[in-house]
């Protein structure tokens, strides 16, 4: 399968996302340059973690201006699969491809953790390869991780299971002392109304090989993977 | 002799007084008109504080420091350059340094911090190597002082704050906290960076003609004679009034320029590089210039700036961050001119590189400085300033105790001191860093080194910082030599071979015979151990003047390793993971309370330091190295503060579920200072019992001992007196520094 990584100025896990679907998975990956606007035949594309344009302003708020984001939007209505981790994620509720916001995390400090995710709902292209309800343990590491959404969303995301992730403890439940960063409802990953769109807090890309960080996140990539083919 | 710029506008006289309100003295100034042929003008009277300064000249300095070994079979370049490098294998090198940046990060603990971690990456990335790891020593006065949560938050924040978003993982570092610092705190910032060995750059200008091009960051006021002022001088109760020059960091800028400055390397075009640090345009134009033998012209004109009306001395003495200056091939400025483009960063050609010799700054059409490269970058004096021991020879930033107060029994000793603000989990700091970024980070902050892979290839790097105060404050030498040897022996737990050094020489005012002592013994003991371990010193900083009102901080070398790997799938975890192995104890020689975390508890008789016998160092370094390549340990954790007794709790604090030890009766001396003593180097190991004696034949005549045994059961006990929970010790340890520090969940 063939994956584009749009690199943004400031974007910072782009090369691990790049090293982690190659070198890692055995996957056909390039870099996309924020000022183009070809997602050069990608069928999945990554907006990778980072702190594009420095994040001065408020995460991904500049970024959605970028010429490659009209593209992605583009390519997102039109079905294709779009991963956003981390400030991809941020760049991907800013663009309104995904519902609610990140905010700082409640802690006002910047958190890099391992953390458990439970898995939703394991029947959408970002998650398949999972199984409901399994554990996943993934690296944060972000500032701005706080999911937050008005309530009626809430509601609406719960009962269409666009949640896909949620942070819990280490016997899967949704406690308050698990969730690293204060998000709603523990919310660490959502997917839009047609489950094309992904976007995540936590990043699965510096989960792939045993010696580093586990493999927990190859199944991210693996679902998305298998959906494609 | 040139003829004499005039002077500009509004400018001020240069007559002596002006000279000692920019911090040089009479004899300094006599010298500079000596050189010059005249009085200089008021935009080079600044020039020259700045590079005669001693942040930037080393002139107390310089003399001891070309005593350390610099050479090694694995020693890539000459001494001069912006940082070190070493071969580390199928071509690749590290490059690496440790710098301070103290008195800005006392005075302005965020910015001070951020600018710490920016200016040394610069330093790295002007190499030509991709930078893929920082660590950071930081020391803070006493925990409970009104300033030090402050500073501590402001410090973490700023490292946190630039390295995290510049994408370079923090990946270890030490934490300290001593009333010694409460009036001068201590920001050391590591950076390694990778590059090939065909990539490595030059900061040494050449070709006459050579165009001089500016990149990165518009120029402003800001920092201006952070060096002269700022660093060189003592703190006093005017110093909130230097606030204005400390610099701003913009680390998405820094990465921009991190990725444009490889990738105009990879063009050819560039025929040397210098990062603008302290004193900015100054020291790297006349830096490149000086090593090259050659001059350099400067349009200021030329400069972009952040605002209108910036006087020349301006220009030339601002520290604005994320900047470089590049001299490229002639002809070939606009090729990299685009590559800065691509990027959004300015490149604008503000000069020439000239064969007169001189340095010269125009600005509106007129010469503004005109002096002889030499005499910036080479002719600063040179002092060798009179050192002499204290009389007596503990002063009172000694360890404050020397009579037991009251002795706990060792389970509460034990307790107490996994409590305690220097021995207690550091996560609370290193949560607040990305130590992931880069997927290299094989063990990250925690343990005794971080243990990063080199991807495309077997190999790999350990790297630890440290530094050991107490006993430098008993004895300067014999600390210098622990603090190598600790550093050393963290990067050898891991399984890396110790390859080199890089320190950064933090001391007080080296006018003062008893600090310049503190400070000839501590190079001593850093060139013996250094030698003893054919770890080459390639790069390093010295900080002086930390001192506030006439107190000194305690002599702080501080010591940064870095060992390297054949495979790094041989690195060793700090922790027990399988209960049954052996547990063994090496070590050099017996412990003792001296300069101890029990001792700063409790009180302690007064000992002294263990003394070092560098060749059984050298030994158990060796040793520690042989037994991670024949995979005959399954742990290695090195005894440094609260001895013995912690070590072997946090060797039981395995991250995926806490193990248990059992030592059995009378494997230790029942002595307070055998279980918590320092100072003698000591490693905590575990094994299969069937590799019990090829570890005795590899450590001889090293003391080795079985002391007992890794169990399933997660319980610490150690003989008859202390048998607590593993999980509870845990907590301890982990709830130490938010419950100081402040809460973060």
């Avoid at chain 1, 990608?42 to 984001?69: K, N, Q, T």
């Avoid at chain 1, 991963?83 to 990140?102: R, S, T």
């Avoid at chain 1, 976007?199 to 190859?218: D, F, K």
Wanted: net charge negative; charged share 20%; glycine share 10%.
């Amino acid at each position: 399968m063939k994956w584009g990584v749009v690199r943004f100025p400031g974007s910072l896990d782009d090369g691990d996302a790049l090293w982690a679907l190659r070198d890692a998975l055995g996957q056909e990956a390039a870099s996309l340059w924020h000022k183009d606007e070809t997602l050069g035949g990608a069928e999945c594309v990554v907006l990778p973690g980072g702190f594009s344009y420095g994040d001065y302003l408020r995460c991904g708020a500049i970024a959605r201006f970028s010429p490659i984001m009209k593209s992605v939007a583009r390519f997102a209505a039109d079905g294709g699969l779009v991963l956003g981790i981390c400030n991809g994620f941020q760049i991907l509720c800013e663009a309104h491809l995904l519902p609610g916001a990140l905010t700082r995390n409640r802690s006002l400090a910047f958190v890099c953790d391992f953390v458990n995710l439970r898995v939703e709902n394991a029947a959408t292209p970002f998650t398949r390869a999972a199984r409901p309800g399994e554990l996943l343990r993934l690296p944060i590491k972000h500032g701005e991780g706080r999911y937050v959404a008005p309530e009626d969303e809430l509601r609406q995301l719960e009962e269409r299971g666009q949640i896909l992730l949620r942070y819990v403890d280490e016997s899967g439940a949704a406690t308050d002392a698990a969730n690293p960063n204060g998000a709603m409802r523990s919310i660490a990953g959502v997917a839009n109304e047609r489950f094309n769109v992904f976007g995540l807090m936590p990043h699965p890309e510096h989960a792939v090989e045993a010696a580093l960080g586990g493999v927990a996140g190859r199944k991210i990539f693996e679902s998305i993977a298998g959906a494609a083919r | 002799m040139s003829q004499a710029p005039a002077a500009l506008p509004g400018e001020p006289r240069v007559d002596l007084a002006a000279a000692r309100s920019h911090g040089l003295t009479a004899a300094e100034f006599a010298a500079i008109e000596r050189l010059m042929g005249r009085t200089p003008t008021f935009t080079e009277l600044g020039v020259f504080s700045v590079m005669w300064s001693e942040h930037c000249s080393y002139k107390s300095s310089r003399k001891h420091l070309q005593t350390l070994p610099r050479e090694g079979p694995n020693v890539i370049g000459g001494p001069g350059e912006n940082a070190g490098a070493i071969d580390v294998g199928d071509g690749w090198v590290a490059v690496f340094k440790i710098e301070s940046h103290n008195h800005p990060s006392y005075v302005e603990p965020y910015q001070g911090a951020a600018t710490g971690v920016g200016g040394i990456l610069r330093d790295i990335f002007t190499m030509g190597a991709r930078p893929i790891a920082s660590m950071d020593s930081l020391k803070f006065g006493a925990i409970d002082h009104p300033r030090t949560r402050y500073l501590v938050n402001g410090v973490v924040g700023g490292i946190g704050g630039y390295g995290n978003c510049v994408g370079v993982p923090t990946v270890a570092g030490e934490l300290m906290f001593d009333p010694g610092y409460n009036g001068n705190i201590l920001v050391n910032a590591f950076a390694l960076g990778l590059a090939r060995r065909e990539d490595l750059q030059s900061a040494r200008a050449r070709g006459v003609g050579n165009p001089v091009l500016y990149v990165g960051s518009a120029t402003g006021r800001d920092g201006i004679h952070g060096a002269s002022l700022l660093a060189s001088a003592e703190f006093d109760a005017g110093s909130e009034a230097k606030r204005p020059t400390v610099q701003v960091g913009d680390p998405f800028t820094e990465k921009l320029l991190i990725e444009a400055c490889l990738e105009a390397i990879k063009t050819g075009a560039i025929a040397a590089i210098q990062d603008m640090g302290a004193a900015g345009l100054t020291s790297s134009s006349s830096e490149m210039a000086g090593r090259g033998g050659l001059g350099v012209e400067l349009d200021l004109d030329r400069v972009p700036l952040r605002e209108a009306n910036l006087s020349p001395y301006e220009i030339l003495l601002s520290e604005s961050q994320e900047r470089m200056l590049i001299v490229a091939e002639h002809g070939r400025e606009a090729e990299l001119a685009a590559v800065f483009e691509r990027w959004d960063l300015h490149a604008v050609v503000i000069g020439r590189i000239t064969g007169d010799g001189r340095w010269r700054a125009r600005f509106k059409g007129q010469v503004v400085a005109d002096i002889p490269v030499a005499a910036i970058s080479d002719d600063a004096p040179l002092y060798d300033r009179p050192a002499a021991p204290p009389a007596p020879l503990r002063d009172s930033s000694s360890p404050r105790l020397t009579t037991a107060i009251s002795r706990p029994d060792p389970a509460a000793a034990l307790r107490a001191l996994l409590a305690s603000p220097n021995v207690a989990s550091r996560r609370w700091v290193f949560r607040q860093y990305d130590s992931l970024v880069l997927s290299n980070t094989v063990a990250g902050p925690g343990g005794d080194a971080a243990v990063l892979r080199i991807k495309g290839s077997r190999r790999g790097l350990a790297l630890k910082v440290d530094s050991n105060p107490r006993a430098c404050a008993i004895d300067p030498y014999l600390g210098a030599v622990a603090t190598v040897c600790e550093a050393a022996r963290n990067v050898a737990c891991a399984g890396a071979r110790p390859a080199a050094i890089t320190n950064c020489l933090n001391y007080g005012n080296p006018e003062r015979p008893e600090i310049m002592w503190q400070f000839v013994r501590g190079v001593a003991g850093l060139r013996a151990a250094a030698r003893a371990f054919a770890t080459p010193v390639i790069s390093g900083n010295v900080s002086f003047y930390n001192e506030t009102e006439g107190r000194a901080i305690p002599p702080t070398p501080t010591i940064a390793i870095v060992g390297t790997f054949a495979d790094v799938s041989l690195n060793v975890k700090h922790y027990f993971s399988f209960p049954g192995d052996a547990i063994v104890l090496v070590r050099t020689a017996a412990p003792s309370l001296a300069a101890s975390e029990y001792a700063d508890l409790f009180g302690a008789a007064d000992d002294a330091l263990t003394p070092i016998d560098l060749g059984r160092e050298r030994r158990l370094l060796d040793g520690l190295v042989e037994c991670a390549q024949r995979r005959l340990i399954r742990s290695a954790h090195d005894v440094s503060e609260g001895g013995i007794a912690v070590a072997l709790a946090e060797a039981c604090f395995n991250p995926a579920a806490p193990a248990g030890a059992e030592i059995v009766p009378d494997a230790i001396d029942a002595s307070v200072a055998a279980w918590f003593g320092e100072g003698a180097s000591s490693v905590i190991l575990s094994l299969p019992a069937e590799n019990l004696k090829a570890i005795h034949e590899i450590f001889a005549p090293l003391e080795v001992r079985s002391i007992g045994r890794v169990t399933a059961a997660p319980r610490l006990k150690i003989g008859r007196q202390i048998d607590e929970e593993v999980a509870a010790l845990m907590r301890l340890y982990e709830d130490a520094l938010p419950g100081r520090l402040g809460r973060h969940d």
